[in-house]
């Protein structure tokens, strides 16, 4: 068994003493540069603790009031945003840097706010434990730079402007001012007026200042539809702030940005996969600027414009300013170059979206605002509530039209398809509604519809069926002209499934008698109990499915329609093999409306601005799609 090593030890001022050949008294005063010794002396002993690798202890330091050779840096941030934020990553290399030079360490924390800052700060003072500090993300009103004032603590404000009411403070500091406004200056070049700056956390210096020159600039250029939103600069605030701005426009009921300047890179990048999720293209639809340019900004595609700066010289740059301190220089306003725009993939000039559609483009709108199912305005407008026989469903049920129903809900009108049966076919009442004519093709369909997981009464199970789509006639078996395409919530599974699945299916034909189908389908396996907002799009070569904004289903050009079609909204049970029971029960579906608008493809956010504009007005139908 090999014998057990010593651990290494470190020299002394005796070895070094021995060493040299003088007392350890002429070694201190040697190597802290005190008087009694002879310069000959002073530097035989340096050269000497060179050799032999001698360093101060920082222990003997602090003991001897010396210092601790440790500066402290602590960050009042949500902890969750750090991993992944760039900017803060290459700062402390820069400081590091520096340190490692004088041979100083880093004493980094973490704290929840910035009194818990202050707290860090008192403790460290009362303990020695550091010889100055590093202050990042300044406050609009600070209490730090009071208190490092009053503990005497060396200092450095990272990111702050030049503060005269504390001159002792060093400051480094990047014009957050000028580069925001080179951004909105390119923007506007390139034709944008509606942006939206996704800023990070509220009180920031740096934030306050960049959202005050948004608003300045846009003042400055007459634009009325520029905003900022403040975050906590996660991935998870991005995605919905952007979700939020797209799908609500700027102001709120208005068109969506063409332009978005997120405050770090990851907002950025996940803003840019919230978008194309909603059906935005980056750049086609919308600019994409991210504050801080990262590695990051490069693995994505489009690859993201960003605002470069040398974060890495930036923190040396600090570290800098707080050596100099410690070697007792003046303190310092020292300001470091304005970060510049790199335009990549993720900008472009402003666009009136392809998608975006003519205010005259044939459209049928409806709010369902009719007092019950005989009112003479719904046949008037165009629907037919279904009462004669035949499928889908329980062979021998009857299709009840006295069971459409309609109500005013939250000041809009709602429709409400109610299915209901004992357990028998003869008790079995489904609903359905639709356009008497089959003149909607290509274009955007969309609905707002409640689905229900349970029965308003009665025993639950049953294998029930509620809808949106649109459908034209089958005329023979397999006939290749057949088209229909749906939104199909099964609350109680059925077809196999065994619990509430929601499928978007898009057919090009089918047979019966054997059943044999040609679709494409999309579906999840989830509740979907509750209000939705449903989008189906088709064009010459694609059909969309989008729920609640989120696209759900893309299908193939091999399933696009040959001939126009209705729109149907029904309720219908597959069967009654999921509840025997003979107790009467009832399901509802509701509708708050439907729009149509023909050939033309809308994003899920300008459904929404569309439905806005008819609300405002006052408008509860409008048809001027053509006849087929």
Same mark, same amino acid.
Do not use: K
């Given at each position: 068994m090999p014998a057990k090593r010593s651990p290494a030890r470190r020299p002394t001022m005796k070895d070094i003493a021995r060493r040299a050949g003088v007392s350890e008294s002429a070694v201190s005063f040697a190597l802290n540069d005190r008087p009694g010794v002879s310069e000959v002396t002073r530097d035989r002993v340096r @050269?000497?603790?060179?050799?032999?690798?001698?360093?101060?202890?920082?222990?003997?330091?602090?003991?001897?009031?010396?210092?601790?050779? &440790?500066?402290?840096?602590?960050?009042?941030?949500?902890?969750?945003?750090l991993g992944v934020d760039s900017f803060f990553l290459q700062l402390i290399s820069g400081i590091q840097e520096v340190l490692a030079e004088r041979h100083l360490g880093l004493l980094f924390q973490v704290v929840e706010d910035v009194d818990d800052e202050c707290a860090v700060y008192r403790r460290w003072w009362a303990e020695h434990r550091v010889d100055g500090v590093l202050a990042v993300d300044p406050r609009t009103d600070d209490p730090r730079p009071g208190l490092l004032d009053e503990l005497g603590l060396p200092a450095v404000v990272i990111g702050g402007a030049p503060d005269a009411r504390h001159p002792g403070l060093s400051t480094v500091w990047a014009d957050d001012a000028g580069a925001m406004a080179s951004v909105v200056g390119?923007?506007?070049?390139?034709?944008?007026?509606?942006?939206?700056?996704?800023?990070?956390?509220?009180?920031?210096?740096? &934030?306050? @200042?960049?959202? @005050?020159?948004?608003?300045?600039?846009?003042?400055?250029?007459?634009?009325?539809?520029?905003?900022?939103?403040?975050? !906590?600069?996660? !991935?998870?605030?991005?995605?919905?702030? &952007?979700?939020?701005?797209?799908?609500?426009?700027?102001?709120?009921?208005?068109?969506?940005? &063409?332009?978005?300047?997120?405050?770090? !890179?990851?907002?950025?990048?996940?803003?840019?996969?919230?978008?194309t999720e909603l059906g935005f293209s980056v750049p086609g639809d919308v600019s994409v600027v991210a504050w801080e340019d990262s590695a990051l900004c490069r693995m994505v595609k489009p690859w993201l414009s960003a605002l470069s700066r040398d974060t890495v010289e930036f923190g040396r740059t600090a570290a800098g300013e707080l050596t100099s301190l410690l070697d007792g220089g003046p303190a310092r306003a020292v300001g470091v170059p304005v970060p510049s725009l790199i335009e990549r993939d993720s900008t472009g000039p402003c666009r009136v979206p392809p998608t975006d559609p003519p205010a005259d483009a044939p459209t049928l709108f409806d709010d369902f605002n009719y007092s019950g199912h005989t009112d003479p305005r719904i046949s008037a407008n165009g629907w037919n509530v279904r009462s004669n026989s035949g499928g889908p469903g329980v062979p021998g049920a009857t299709w009840a039209p006295e069971k459409v129903t309609f109500a005013t809900t939250g000041g809009n009108s709602i429709m409400n398809l109610e299915t209901s049966t004992a357990g028998t076919a003869a008790s079995t009442k489904q609903t359905e509604i639709l356009t008497k004519a089959m003149k909607f093709k290509n274009g955007t369909y969309a609905a707002r519809v409640r689905f229900s997981d349970a029965p308003k009464y009665g025993p639950d199970g049953d294998r029930l069926v509620q809808t949106f789509f649109t459908i034209n006639d089958l005329k023979a078996p397999m006939a290749d002209d057949y088209a229909e395409y749906d939104f199909e919530y099964l609350p109680n599974g059925g077809w196999g499934e065994p619990a509430n699945i929601l499928y978007t299916t898009s057919w090009e034909t089918y047979q019966a008698d054997p059943w044999v189908a040609v679709n494409q389908h999309t579906e999840a396996r989830q509740s979907y109990s509750g209000w939705h907002d449903l989008v189906l799009t088709i064009d010459n070569s694609t059909i969309k499915y989008y729920v609640d904004g989120q696209l759900f289903?893309?299908? !193939?050009?091999?399933?696009?329609?040959?001939?126009?079609?209705?729109?149907?909204?029904?309720?219908?049970?597959?069967?009654?093999?999921?509840?025997?029971?003979?107790?009467?029960?009832?399901?509802?579906?509701?509708?708050?409306?439907v729009l149509h608008v023909k050939d033309q493809v809308l994003t899920p956010a300008q459904v929404t601005i569309r439905l806005n504009a008819y609300r405002s007005a006052g408008t509860t139908f409008q048809d001027t799609v053509p006849g087929s």
């Open positions: @050269r000497v603790a060179e050799q032999l690798g001698w360093r101060p202890s920082t222990a003997a330091r602090q003991l001897s009031g010396e210092g601790a050779a &440790t500066v402290g840096l602590v960050l009042a941030r949500p902890a969750h945003t390119r923007l506007y070049e390139l034709g944008h007026r509606r942006i939206v700056h996704i800023a990070g956390l509220p009180g920031l210096a740096h &934030t306050e @200042r960049r959202i @005050r020159t948004l608003r300045a600039e846009a003042q400055r250029r007459g634009l009325t539809e520029v905003r900022s939103v403040t975050t !906590d600069y996660s !991935d998870a605030e991005g995605a919905a702030v &952007t979700r939020r701005v797209l799908e609500g426009g700027v102001p709120q009921g208005g068109s969506p940005p &063409t332009a978005l300047v997120y405050d770090n !890179d990851v907002m950025a990048v996940a803003g840019v996969a919230a978008a289903g893309t299908h !193939d050009a091999a399933y696009l329609p040959e001939r126009p079609m209705s729109i149907n909204f029904n309720q219908w049970l597959i069967d009654l093999a999921g509840q025997t029971s003979t107790t009467a029960r009832a399901y509802d579906q509701q509708v708050d409306y």
